[in-house]
Structure formats: C-alpha cells, structure tokens
C-alpha cells in the first residue's frame, strides 16, 4: 500500500534560517503529492503540491521539487519567519493513477516546525 | 478550490453518547471524505461518501460506530456513537474542487472532547 515518511518533530529553528523537512514515499503508480500546513488552532491548507516527476511546487516562499527517482519531496524555504511555525503534512494521492488508485490521501505523521525569533 | 463549513467546530462529550457532524460544501461534489487526527497524530481516512450510495469505510473503522448520511451534492454527516475518551479527536471532512481533480480542500475542523 501507500505510505509517506516524513522527519520527524519537532524541529526548532531560528528566525531567518533555512529550512528543510524531508519526505519520502511509496506508492502504486504515480502519485500526486502535497504539503499541507496546519497552523496553532486551524484548518488544514493546502501548501503546494506537484503531479509529476521534476515538477517544481511553489507558494509563499516555499518550494519542494517532485523527485521519483528517489520517491522524495522535501520541503524548502530559504528564510523561516516566526509566521511559518505551524504543523506541516506532506501526502501523497494516486487518485489519477489509471490502473485504479485510492481516492482518500496518504498523510505522513506530521513535523512540527517551531520558528524562534 | 472549495469553501467547506462544519458544525460544530468543539464540543465535549460523556462517554457513551453520540454527536452528529456537519459538512457543508459551496458546490456540488460527488465524494466527499470523512478524516479523523487524534492528538498529535496525522490524518487518517475513515470513510468515502458519496451521493445515493453507502459509504465506503476503511479498514478498522465500521459503520455502526460512524454512520455517514450523504442526502445531496453538498452535505454530509458523520456521526460519532457510544463515544468513548479514545475518540477524542479532529475530525476532517474534505472534498476534491474542482472536481475530479487530484488536490483536496479541508473544512476546518471539530474537535471533539469525551469524557
């Protein structure tokens, strides 16, 4: 089945710093994938995403490149602020897969990003 | 993407009752999904809703415990029954916009409390 491996939490960095989280996944076919952001006390957003191999997902300074030849999509951001602190979630779905994907997302654990000033 | 409303955004509970959860989409959508995220855990899919057919449940979750009605293209309902602590959690209904499409929109969230 599918899975999403993400680092794990929490991760503390300083204002201005450069951020990575990785992620790593398995899928049947060839997914989608997402970031998905979860600030204290909202919803789950949608951050960026990419639906094939080398493409680029970008928003809000955020960027994660779609790798298939080592199944990743790692989370960058040049300059953290104090905003950015928040859950991230990547996940993957292979809902467009012809040979009959899952329709439901695959969320990896979560990495809690706290961003001091 | 979807503007997704749910009622009620927290609640607490006794243990042993049951509490219904709305889903309210601006447009019309064929599927929509039912996730729950237990404290400081990811989403985990419960079930697939769709229009004028039964849901459809994933492994470990069964109907009598979370009965999904689905009565028209923009609504659904999940309910939580004989609820118990280890169901305290935030439950997601979410919708693809548009639709068939790949990207999911999420409505905000209940937090449900049992005590």
């Keep these: 089945g599918n899975s999403v491996t993400q680092m794990e939490g929490p991760v503390t960095l300083s204002e201005e710093a450069f951020l990575t989280i990785n992620c790593t996944y398995t899928a049947t076919g060839y997914p989608s994938l997402f970031w998905y952001v979860q600030y204290p006390g909202e919803g789950l957003q949608l951050l960026l995403k990419a639906t094939k191999a080398d493409d680029k997902g970008s928003n809000k300074g955020f960027e994660a490149t779609y790798r298939k030849e080592t199944t990743s999509f790692h989370l960058e951001k040049g300059s953290v602020q104090v905003s950015d602190s928040a859950v991230y979630f990547c996940a993957l779905s292979d809902r467009m897969y012809s040979g009959g994907g899952a329709d439901g997302l695959t969320f990896g654990k979560g990495t809690h990003l706290i961003i001091q000033p | ?115």
């Design chain 2, 1 to 115: 993407s979807a503007v997704i409303s749910q009622k009620p955004s927290r609640d607490i509970c006794q243990r042993g009752t049951s509490l219904t959860i709305q889903c309210q989409v601006d447009s019309q959508v064929t599927m929509m999904f039912w996730y729950r995220q237990q404290p400081g855990q990811s989403l985990t899919l419960i079930a697939t809703a769709n229009q004028g057919s039964e849901a459809t449940y994933e492994s470990g979750f069964v109907i009598d415990k979370f009965p999904i009605s689905r009565p028209n293209l923009t609504f659904s309902t999940l309910t939580v029954s004989n609820m118990s602590p280890e169901d305290s959690s935030i439950y997601l209904c979410s919708v693809y916009a548009p639709p068939g499409q790949e990207t999911q929109y999420f409505g905000p969230g209940t937090r449900l409390l049992v005590l």
